[in-house]
């Protein structure tokens, strides 16, 4: 099972109930029409078919609303990251398609391809990198993927894992705020093959 982010506050959104699931869906549709930072509560508890009060209820304002809204979100992908990740085949592989496959689910769904967009990044940086919910989620887990190929000899001899699951945070949000043209999938594997995976471990395609 996937580990969860927010530390001890991760029940509260990982188990949340119908009326606040519901919310979240309609948060996602506002985000996606309007944007994750212009939506206001008035907007989700339209696109929910409730009051604002409502919506105030289940969330104490906007900037808790998005935080729930990125906790689930990011529970989701850990788990189809974790299967990836638990997959059979070369580590380097696993790690490789797991990421790619978090790019390419985040640009896949515009509600949370939203908060990437230039009118929205900057505020997003700023609520993701005010925290190392995130990194340390990562560092969850890829856990054990670490502890694999420590055991196997193929990690990096020395390197610090926190270090490297935060560098795995930053590198894909690179990926996914800044864009040099077209987008090009191959281009971004064969990055992320060359230069990211070589720099955790000692043997690999990446080498």
């Known amino acids: 099972m996937a580990a969860q982010p927010f530390g001890g506050d991760w029940i509260r959104h990982a188990k949340i109930g119908a009326a606040e699931d519901a919310i ?5 549709r ?3 029409e309007i944007g994750p930072f212009k939506a206001t509560m ?18 104490s ?5 998005r935080r729930a809204y990125i906790a689930r979100a990011a529970v989701r992908l850990g788990e189809e990251a974790t299967a990836l990740l638990d997959a059979g085949g070369e580590p380097e592989e696993r790690l490789l398609s797991a990421i790619t496959h978090c790019l390419k689910a985040i640009r896949a ?8 967009e230039p009118a929205s990044v900057g505020k997003t940086v700023e609520l993701i ?5 995130i990194s340390d989620f990562a560092e969850s887990l890829l ?20 270090l490297a ?8 949000l690179s990926v996914l705020v800044l864009r040099f043209g077209p987008h090009d999938e191959a281009r971004e594997g064969a990055m992320l093959r060359e230069h990211l995976l070589p720099s955790l471990f000692v043997s690999g395609q990446g080498l």
């Open 42 to 59: 008035d907007d989700v508890a339209s696109e929910a078919g409730c009051s604002r009060g409502t919506v105030y209820r289940y969330f």
């Open 61 to 65: 304002g906007r900037g808790a609303l």
């Open 129 to 133: 990198g005010g925290t190392r919910v």
């Open 24 to 28: 979240l869906e309609a948060a996602g």
């Open 165 to 172: 699951a935060e560098w795995i945070v930053r590198s894909l």
């Open 109 to 116: 769904q515009k509600a949370l391809s939203a908060w990437f």
């Open 30 to 32: 506002a985000f996606e």
């Open 143 to 162: 856990a054990d993927l670490f502890e694999e190929t420590a055991i196997t000899g193929t990690l990096r001899p020395g390197i610090n894992r926190s």
